[in-house]
Every structure is written in structure tokens, then in C-alpha cells.
């Protein structure tokens, strides 16, 4: 485990642990750039950031008020899989108690139920999402388009698993453009409590501020018991989302 | 026989049509393929030297040049594909201009660059004598999906290759291959001499690489590895030692080409491989089309650099970075640009905080923007129209050197717009 901890401003509003699952292994779609948007939007709020890399093996951090995780290879998900056995307990914990997630592709299938191969063979997942997922010989891959409680969300998805949500599991959210998690019942990603899933990249915050700040009002909160935002110029990112959303809506 | 003729004479007359329309460069093979799928192995499986194809995901382009331009110093006659467009059909495409109905290609080795994909569809219709292989990155993961699967590819592509394959010792990916490849195939090296092998982290990835299989260092007779002198000066050391040379193109990324293209020389060469001539042909050869390319906009520099993966765009910030100059970023994001933009997040743009970034362009132009508001490099405009930001990129920096990082369709518009008004050479054909 590494922590960065960033310069602190003037006067800070608090201190915010941010741990980054596995980021060697799962984080191959630039999935980072979650970590690296949520540290510095909360430096722009005014709050102090405090970046945790969490590897296979290591200790886990004495404070963690949000977790991300991305996508990787299958190399890296059997990686991560000894360790993930290791945290179980306390990933369920955490997320029973209400600390917010955003498990990205890779990671989102992990925390399902299952996944099952394409030979049949099924694997345990952590089950904190009512998820699973079968292994497909399609790709699903494209640009993608939601609507979601905290408005629409651009993204990329690039993913052969295809999800199916258990009875009761909310969506993330649906799809307007995109396969989603089957590419037939319009879904996208799954939502439980304060832990979400999804199979989008882009990296899916930077580009999508709203669900950046939601996460990060959940994981304030937690830290410091309030959420005081300060005005953040987003006129780049509100760009970059809604030419997205009018281009593949358009078609 | 009779079939091939015709397949190459309808080829011939695409070809003409598509340049008298301006057109791409694959049409011509589309056609010609689609007559005679085995015209490839018609025209190719004799030539008395051999085929030998260059593929990984970094350098394919450089690292042909380089290996051409040698066997041609040592007066082998080489068929290539100069134009980037390494598809079958882009080879094809190249053979139509040479060959004539006969069939019979004038020279004596075939030097291919193919991507990891047709490169197994190329060696399907002809089997490789040779194989040079470079690296294995993240690149278009929409078109390939997983590192793994690009490594099994180009595994598949030794597994075929008749006479002798030349790896990466530096890259496990690669040098594991050697277990791979057919009994009696001899298999040489290139890599970077461990006396400077920091510098190599620099080009690496962060991910995660599976070391079982990798070789331990191999026998120095068949090696041939880069010592890095200064910023522009290197020797390839090996058997006989080439060098120092001085290339034209700038950066670590050039010199590793430089020493896997001699590798590949010495490889199918053999005795007849002559260190001094090898030393000239490196130090002529020019900067393939966009890998640096420098264009003269009335009296001053504009430098051309494409851009396509972490790395690709990592290895050109390091190049490029200790000498900043006004920079524009176009990025597109169609199917031969790779069409998810994720990778911008893996790549790190502190380098431009300090001189700033004048205009981003493209159809993400404004997610560019985006990206480098993360890393705090200030953005002066974004204008997602190529050709106004060209326009405007052009007379607001008039007199001063300048440099586009651009995506491949990018690339592709800005320099059909830049030859027009500075008459460039035509995609793929060099002015020398």
C-alpha cells in the first residue's frame, strides 16, 4: 500500500481517504483517471485528498471513506482473486455500512455473484451486487449512452461477460445508446445502497461531474459528517459529456 | 497462373482509379484479393531471398524503414510496404505498383511491416522465412481486446515461420516466444544493453507482465543490443560492432528500432552483413511519414507526431518534451484511431504544464481538453474542426516552430490539408 497525500489547501474542509483497488492489475482502460478526477475535484472543493493504492498482499488502509476499482485482463483478475478472498469480509462490511463504491468492468464482475465460464464452470464472486455474469464469445464494445438517477452518463464499454441482475437489483442505469450489461434487457451496471457497478470507461467521472460529486457528498460526508461543495468550473467536461450525448442520440 | 494475371491486371486499374481519385491505399488489394486470394503466395513464396514480416505494436513502421534501408546498403533488391497500411490488403496494394502481369516480383527479400492481427491472416496464404518481432502494448484494445490475445497472435505468427525469428529480450511477451518457434528455426535477439538498461522504464508499461518463460540473457553471438551514448549517439554491439550512428529521428523509441532492425539484418545476412555500411544506412535513413515529420510551414518547423497508445504517446512527450514549442493535440476517434479515448488517462501530460497546450482539435477535442485540465496543463482554445483549427493553429503561431500530436485519421486530414498548400510528398512515398 501507497499513500499520496496531496499539499494541503489554505484552510481545508477535511481530509478524504480514496482506495484505489488494485490498481496494477485492474485498472487497464485508463481506469485511474477515476482516482485521479476524484482527488483533484475534491482539492478544487476544498477538501485534502488522500490517495491509497491497494495491491494483492498488502495491509489495508487505516481509513478508506471510498473505493474504486477498474477493469483488467483475465491475467490480472485471477491475480486479485487470493486477495479479494482475503477482504471479503470487509468489502461487505464496508458496503453494508454504506461506504460508496464504483467498481468498473473487470471489478463490477467480481462483485457479482458469479461468473460463469464459457466452458460452464462457475466462479464465487464477492455478492455484494445481485449480479451474474456468463462468459460470451461476442464483445460487447462502443460508446455508450445512460440515463441514471444523477442525470445521463457517457461512456465506453468493451466487455465479453454479459450480466444479468438478480430479482430486486437495481439497475445503474439504462441504456439510451450502448449494449449495457446483456445488450438486451437495457440495463446498464448495478446499484445497491451506495455501491455501484457499471461497465463503462472513458474513464466514466471525469467526463461525467455530476456522478463525480455524488460520490464524493457520500464519501465527504462519512469523513467529515458534511458536504460544503465549492463552485468547480466544469464548462470542458459539460463540453466534452453533452457533445457525446448528441452525437450518439442523434444516430 | 492465368488467374493471378487477371487478378493483378483488375488490381492495376483500381489502383489507378483510386489515385486519380485521391483515394485510400487498400481498394487495389481489396480487389486484387478478391479475384485471387492466393495471389499473395503467387507472387511472394519465390523470391530467392525470402519474406520476412515486422510485427508488434510499436516501431512496425520506423523499424522496416530501418531494416530496408539496410539490405538495400548491402544491394538486396526489397519489395516493402512503405505506406503504414500494414493489412494484407495494403500489401497487395504496394506489390500491384512493382509487379508485372507475370507476376514475377523484382527483388530478392519481401521486408513486411503487418499488424499483430493480419499478420497471422498474411501468414495463413504465404508462410514468413522471418520474423521480426518488437513489443506487445496496449493499442485499439476495442480491435484487439486483451494484451494477452496480441502476444498469442504474434506467438502463432513464430510458431510459422520457416527459417529464422528475432525478439525482444527486453519484452516478456516476446522473449518467452522462443519456446514457441518450429525445431531447426534459429532464433536471435535484440534488447537493451544492461548498462543503461534504466532508461528503459521510461518506454515500459505499468502492467502487469507474466515473467515465467521470459530468457535469461541469450548467447551474445545471435544478440544484438543498444548502448546508449548521449541524447542522439548510440552502438548496436554484437558479432561487429555498428556504430556509433547518429539517426535522423530523435529518441530512446528510434534507437530501439535501430538495433532490432540490425538484428534482423545480421539475422538473414549473415556473414555478408558489413558493420560500416550498416553505420551509413542508419544515419540516412529519414523520418518515416508522421513519426516525426517534420513539415517547412514558410521558413519554420511543423513537426507532425502521431499518436495512438499509452505508450506511443508517452515515448513522443519524452521525445519531444525537453523542447517545447507551440503545440496543438488533435484527437479523432474512429474505428483506425481506436474509437475509446480511455488511453488519454494513461498517459501522463505533465511535460506541457509548463509551455501549455495553444489548441486541442478533433472529434474529442474537447475530452483532450479535458484530460489535460486533470493534469493542470493550461489549454489556450478548443475547436473541434480540424480544418479551422489548422487555420487558426497555423497564423496565430506564424514564425515559430510548431508541433501537432495527432491521432491517425487526424493525422491523415491535417497532412492532406498541409500538402496542398506546402506540397508534401504523397501518403507512403517518400521524397527521397
Sequence with gaps: MTATADPEPAVSKGTVHLVHLYPREMSIYGDLGNTRALASRLRWHGYTPVVHDHHPGAPWPQEAHLLL???????????????????????????ADGVPMLMICGMYQLFGQAFVTAEGRSLPGLGILDVTTTGNQTRMIGPVVLDTPVGQVVGYENHSGATVLGAGQEPFGRVRHGQGNNGSDGTEGARTGNVIGSYLHGPILPANPALADHLLELAATRATGGWEPAEVD???????????????LKS | MIRSSLAIAAGKLARGVSRLRGGGSALPGLVTETIDPKVLAHTLA???GGILVVSGTNGKTTTTKMLV??????????????????????????????????????????????????????????????????????????RFAEIDQTAQLLTRLAEQTTTGVVLNVDDSF??????????????????????????LPALQEADVRDVDGAAALPDSADTSLLLVHDERS?????????????????????????????????????????????????????????????IDVDGHPLELVLVKNPAGFTVALGTYGSEPVDTMIAINDNYADGRDVSWLYD???????????????????????????????????VEPDLDAALESFLDEHRGRPTRIFCTYTAMMHLRRRLAARYGLARFGEDPQ
Excluded at chain 2, 516480383?105 to 498474411?122: G, I, K, Q, S
Design chain 2, 347 to 381: 498517459v501522463s501530460f505533465e511535460s506541457l504544464r509548463g509551455h501549455g497546450v495553444a489548441l486541442t482539435s478533433g472529434v474529442r477535442g474537447w475530452d483532450m481538453a479535458l484530460r489535460l485540465q486533470y493534469d493542470e496543463v493550461p489549454v489556450g482554445r
Design chain 2, 174 to 199: 516476446i522473449s518467452r516466444i522462443h519456446g514457441s518457434v518450429g525445431e531447426g528455426v534459429a532464433v536471435s535477439w535484440f534488447g537493451v544493453d544492461p548498462a543503461c538498461a534504466d532508461l
Design chain 2, 69 to 142: 534501408a539496410l539490405l538495400r546498403a548491402h544491394g538486396q533488391r526489397v519489395f516493402t510496404n512503405p505506406t503504414g497500411s500494414n493489412f494484407t490488403r495494403g500489401v497487395i496494394s504496394a506489390m500491384l505498383a512493382e509487379v508485372p502481369l507475370s507476376g514475377r516480383l523484382d527483388a530478392d527479400w519481401a521486408v513486411l511491416e503487418l499488424d499483430e492481427a493480419h499478420a497471422l491472416h498474411f501468414a495463413a496464404a504465404v508462410a514468413p522465412t522471418h520474423a521480426l518481432l518488437l513489443n506487445v502494448a496496449r493499442d485499439q484494445l476495442d
Design chain 1, 69 to 95: 476499482g477498474g477493469g483488467g485482463q483475465d491475467s490480472g483478475q485471477a491475480r486479485v482473486q487470493e486477495d479479494l478472498a482475503v477482504q471479503a469480509d470487509r468489502l461487505r462490511e464496508l458496503a
Design chain 2, 234 to 294: 548510440f552502438t548496436v554491439t554484437g558479432t561487429a560492432d555498428v556504430g556509433p550512428v547518429t539517426l535522423q529521428q530523435r529518441g530512446l523509441a528510434a534507437m530501439i528500432n535501430a538495433t532490432a532492425a540490425t538484428a534482423a539484418a545480421r539475422a538473414v545476412l549473415g556473414e555478408a552483413f558489413d558493420p560500416a555500411r550498416a553505420t551509413r544506412a542508419l544515419a540516412a535513413v529519414t523520418p518515416p511519414f508522421g513519426r516525426g515529420e517534420v
Design chain 1, 234 to 248: 466544469d464548462t470542458v467536461a459539460d463540453q466534452a459529456h453533452q457533445r457525446q450525448v448528441r452525437r450518439l
Design chain 2, 46 to 48: 519465390d523470391l530467392p
